[in-house]
T-cell receptor, first 113, second 113 residues
């Protein structure tokens, strides 16, 4: 079946450090891939997405590239800030309306000033 | 982006009582809303798809008589956990879709004593 595996947290970094959160997936067909972020006390928000192989999603300095050959969608940011502290969820959807989303278990990121 | 409000954010109840959780789309109409459940350090698991004006569609393994869903209007869906037991303690999250993007509520933490 379809599934998403992401790096276990928590991840703690110093401000301005480079961030990578690994995500791999298993899916039939050609899924769309997403990263969601959940800030403390708020709902999940879509951070970025990619809908086909080699697409790069980007937003707020974060990037992730849809790698079909390695079935991966790793999240990266060159220089993290304290305000990036949150829980990050990798996810996929195999339907065009993104109504059925399969989530990874989430990775908690904490950034030290 | 669109806003989904979920209430209450936290509820503690005695075993055997019923608990209602509300999910409202504040600035868009949601023909379809989704209810998820999240156990500690695990993925969000889709419980059911709530359709305005019709019966909800439940995922395999989810008891429809246990988790009653009502979607009476385009901006409100409710989840009632009936005769709650300690094993129902969890984090419940709703979402609404507009323009093929899911917007999530902040979640409700249910603790059954």
């Amino acid at each position: 079946g379809n599934s998403v595996t992401q790096m276990e947290g928590p991840v703690t970094l110093s401000e301005e450090a480079f961030l990578t959160i690994n995500c791999t997936y298993t899916a039939t067909g050609y899924p769309s891939l997403f990263w969601y972020v959940q800030y403390p006390g708020e709902g999940l928000q879509l951070l970025l997405k990619a809908t086909k192989a080699d697409d790069k999603g980007s937003n707020k300095g974060f990037e992730a590239t849809y790698r079909k050959e390695t079935t991966s969608f790793h999240l990266e940011k060159g220089s993290v800030q304290v305000s990036d502290s949150a829980v990050y969820f990798c996810a996929l959807s195999t339907d065009s309306s993104a109504s059925k989303i399969i989530f990874g278990s989430g990775t908690r990121l904490s950034i030290r000033p | 982006g669109a806003v989904v409000s979920q209430h209450p954010s936290r509820v503690i109840c005695k075993s055997g009582t019923s608990v209602k959780i509300e999910c409202r789309s504040l600035d868009f109409q949601a023909t379809t809303m989704f209810w998820y459940r999240q156990f500690p350090k695990q993925s969000l698991m889709l419980m059911a798809t709530s359709n305005e004006g019709s019966k909800a569609t439940y995922e395999q393994g989810v008891e429809k008589d246990k988790f009653l869903i009502n979607h009476a209007s385009l901006t409100l869906s409710t989840l009632t956990v009936t005769s709650a037991h300690p094993e129902d303690s969890s984090f419940y999250i709703c979402s609404g879709t507009t323009r093929d993007i899911q917007y999530f509520g902040a979640g409700t933490r249910l603790s059954v004593l």
